[in-house]
Nanobody, 123 residues
Framework: QVQLVESGGGSVQAGGSLMLSCAASGLTFANYVMGWFRQAPGKEREFVAAITWSGGSTAYADSVKGRFTISRDNAKNTVYLQMNRLIPEDTAVYYC????????????????WGQGTQVTVSS
């Protein structure tokens, strides 16, 4: 059974940084594209970033490009999201997700999801 566990969320002031982690188990981690999504209250879940199995290719939402960095450690079955220069609009629950195949920015194209971790950015 696939399990994804996010951690690292919290409350920060605007301009601050957080690093999210997503630990995966129950799967051959290196076979999967990994994505980060987020969902703010009253809004749809939206794409944040994704990384291919090798880490050789990444993709970012325009809203986070240049501020967030996705990375992975296949030896630790973990994907990370380094978030810098946070702004209040980044406030949301952040989820990691798995996908077989190429990078997709669509939530419905992903198979397994974690429970999410809350990120709150105050102005």
């Amino acid at each position: 059974q696939v399990q994804l566990v996010e951690s690292g969320g919290g409350s920060v002031q605007a301009g601050g940084s957080l690093m999210l982690s997503c630990a995966a188990s129950g799967l051959t981690f290196a076979n999967y594209v990994m994505g980060w999504f987020r969902q703010a209250p009253g809004k749809e879940r939206e794409f944040v970033a994704a990384i291919t199995w090798s880490g050789g290719s990444t993709a970012y939402a325009d809203s986070v490009k240049g501020r967030f960095t996705i990375s992975r450690d296949n030896a630790k079955n973990t994907v990370y999201l380094q978030m810098n220069r946070l702004i209040p609009e980044d406030t949301a629950v952040y989820y990691c997700a798995t996908r077989i195949g190429g990078i997709s920015t669509q939530a419905r194209g992903h198979d397994d999801w974690g429970q999410g971790t809350q990120v709150t950015v105050s102005s």
